[in-house]
Nanobody, 121 residues
């Protein structure tokens, strides 16, 4: 099982970025696909997740600005990030798990490498 994330970069406040994550391996492991982020000196934080059934959840701080979507046939999940703020600066990780969306990163057994998002003011 491998998750490959891409799409990070440097953007000015108010700008947009789109992160992608492609999963390879046994598809049933990817029932839930999501994104977490970790800023320097801070714990890894849930950002958004989506289930095969279409259930979606976001952390309050990104609601209305970020949109998560997936193509289950391609085991791919995207995170469209609009109106980015300096506080969104972090390394973003994609993750996958079974059953249900969960906010605790320790419940996700599958992780991609991080992709750095830097938002300048």
């Amino acid at each position: 099982v491998q998750l490959q994330a891409s799409g990070g970069g440097l953007v000015q406040a108010g700008g947009s970025l789109r992160l992608s994550c492609v999963a390879s391996g046994r598809p049933f492991n990817f029932e839930i696909m999501g994104w977490f982020r970790q800023a320097p000196g801070r714990e890894r934080e849930f950002v958004a997740a989506v289930s095969w059934a279409g259930g979606i959840d976001y952390v309050d701080s990104v609601k209305g600005r970020f949109t998560i979507s997936r193509d289950s046939a391609k085991n791919t999940v995207w995170l469209q990030m609009n109106n980015l703020k300096p506080e969104d600066t972090a390394v973003y990780f994609c993750a996958a798990r079974l059953y249900s969306i969960h906010y605790d990163s320790q419940t996700y057994p599958y992780w991609g490498q991080g992709t750095l998002v830097t938002v300048s003011s």
